[in-house]
């Protein structure tokens, strides 16, 4: 802009002193500042012009940039909603969590009490049937005492009273006189359970049912080997009473 100025001001200076100069060359001045000034006039078209590209540009950078402020504020947007909605997700999943395990032990814990009751209540029912044959058999009603001790051992075979239910199946067997069977009986306890309290009345009452078949020399024999099995039960007291009588 200060060169054009100065062209200007040339031009005028020129203007004022026309006449000391002759046409041609005054003519020829005057073309070489219009030439100067149209030179300078495109040159600041081109300036001015670059200016408002690189203002526009500034302009578009100036967009892009807001444009990427409100992009990034929207996805944060986004992002905390997500945040959001995982969060309540984790928390309903833990809480159908918790409350699943709650269902499962509440389920659990029925099904023990349950299976308790009916161990109780099958213990209970085992026990009422012992007593109750028991009962049978010490009331001498030995026929039903019979088909309640097997009835016992049918329902409860591996019950902690099978070993004195079978002695006391031998022994109301032995009262019918149905020898054969109270042997069987007496010989399942002394076989199967020879550790068991009845073990030396079972062998006992194997001495006797043989010595009420006049077998003396078996009953002698099941004597004996209930003074050396359990010779510190008190049926090995009275076996011993009893080879002293058989002597």
Do not use: C
Not at 86 to 93: I, M, S, V
Request: net charge neutral; hydrophobic share 40%; no cysteine.
């Amino acid at each position: 802009m200060k060169k054009l100025a100065a062209l200007m001001m040339l031009a005028f200076a020129v203007n004022a002193h026309a006449g000391l100069f002759d046409d041609s060359e005054a003519r020829k001045q005057i073309d070489e500042l219009r030439t100067q000034v149209q030179q300078q006039q495109q040159q600041n078209q081109q300036q001015i012009v670059q200016l408002q590209t690189g203002s526009r540009r500034v302009l578009d950078l100036v967009n892009e940039i807001e444009q990427l402020k409100q992009d990034n504020a929207n996805l944060r947007g986004v992002i905390e909603v997500l945040q959001f909605n995982l969060d309540e997700a984790t928390k309903r999943q833990k809480d159908l969590y918790v409350d699943l395990d709650n269902r499962v032990r509440k389920i659990e814990e029925a099904k023990v009490e349950q299976a308790k009751e009916q161990a109780s209540a099958a213990q209970q029912s085992e026990s009422q049937s012992f007593d109750a044959a028991v009962a049978l058999s010490r009331a001498a009603k030995h026929k039903e005492a019979v088909a309640a001790f097997r009835q016992f051992l049918t329902d409860y075979p591996n019950s902690a009273n099978a070993p004195a239910a079978q002695y006391w199946l031998g022994s109301s067997l032995t009262a019918l006189k149905d020898y054969k069977g109270a042997s069987a009986a007496y010989g399942t306890v002394v076989s199967k359970y020879p550790d068991d309290a009845v073990a030396p009345d079972a062998l006992f009452g194997l001495a006797v049912v043989a010595n009420v078949q006049k077998d003396k020399k078996t009953a002698k024999q099941y004597l004996l080997q209930l003074i050396e099995k359990y010779p510190q039960s008190e049926k090995a007291a009275t076996a011993k009473k009893a080879l002293l009588a058989t002597d």
